[in-house]
């Protein structure tokens, strides 16, 4: 099956330790992305790549850092820099180069991040 | 950067009901997606809408970006509809910003 996978589905964090949470695609599509989501709120792009070994801070990428060695993978580690890392963390992937939807973005089912 | 809105902010339904949901968005945008995040979390795609007008079984969604608006027309609502619906829209050489929301519950 196509798709994005993200694992955990839930990963529970103590104060000052780091935490890598993991987005897989098999889409073949070149840029990846990382969201964060808090309660009743919509989502706000950490991180993005829109090619292998290239990476673009979004709006709120402080506390926040990234990788992207494949194509298919895109981590993201959440620092003990990060203030307030509870959040429902969302990862997507878009397009095929020269794609007519180039920039459609499909999701990932998310990583509920909660520390303790 | 863009500013984006949705409205109503929540919305609640007696199963069968039609509704419209609207998006504004405050400058151009070259890209515009319309999601429905079911209670799991998982965000689906419903409509990639950038212009035009365009159906999907009992939803549909139609774009005026010379206006800066989307709407989203769901038709006979089932209580499966029920969850929050994003828009999301991108400005040329930018990234997608996401609106805050509309939650709808369909009551059965």
């Known amino acids: 099956d196509g798709g994005i996978t993200q694992s955990p589905k839930y990963l529970f964090r103590k104060e000052g330790q780091n935490v890598t949470l993991s987005c897989e695609q098999n889409l073949n599509h070149d840029a990846m992305y990382w969201y964060r989501q808090d309660p009743g709120q919509g989502l706000r792009l950490i991180y993005y790549?829109?090619?292998?070994?290239?990476?673009q801070k979004g709006d709120i990428a402080e506390g926040y850092s990234v990788s992207r060695e494949k194509k298919e993978s895109f981590p993201l580690t959440v620092t003990s820099a990060q203030k307030n890392p509870t959040a429902f963390y969302l990862c997507?992937?878009?397009?095929?180069?020269?794609?007519?939807?180039?920039?459609?973005?499909?999701f990932g089912p998310g990583t509920r991040l909660t520390v303790l | 950067g863009i500013q984006v809105e949705q409205s109503p902010p929540d919305l609640i339904l007696q199963e069968g009901a039609n509704s419209t949901l609207r998006c504004n968005f405050s400058?151009?945008?070259?890209?515009l997606q319309w999601f429905h995040q079911n209670p799991w979390g998982q965000l689906i795609n419903l409509f990639y809408i950038p212009s035009g007008t365009k159906q999907n079984g009992r939803l549909s969604a139609t774009t005026v970006a010379t206006e800066r608006y989307s709407l989203l027309y769901i038709s006979s609502s089932q209580t499966t509809d029920s969850g929050v619906y994003f828009c999301?829209?991108?400005?040329?050489?930018?990234?997608?910003?996401f609106g805050p929301g509309t939650r709808l519950s369909v009551l059965p």
């Open positions: 400058d151009s945008v070259n890209n």
């Open positions: 999301a829209v991108r400005g040329y050489g930018q990234n997608f910003v």
């Open positions: 997507a992937s878009s397009g095929l180069a020269g794609g007519v939807n180039r920039y459609e973005q499909f």
């Open positions: 790549s829109q090619i292998v070994n290239d990476f």
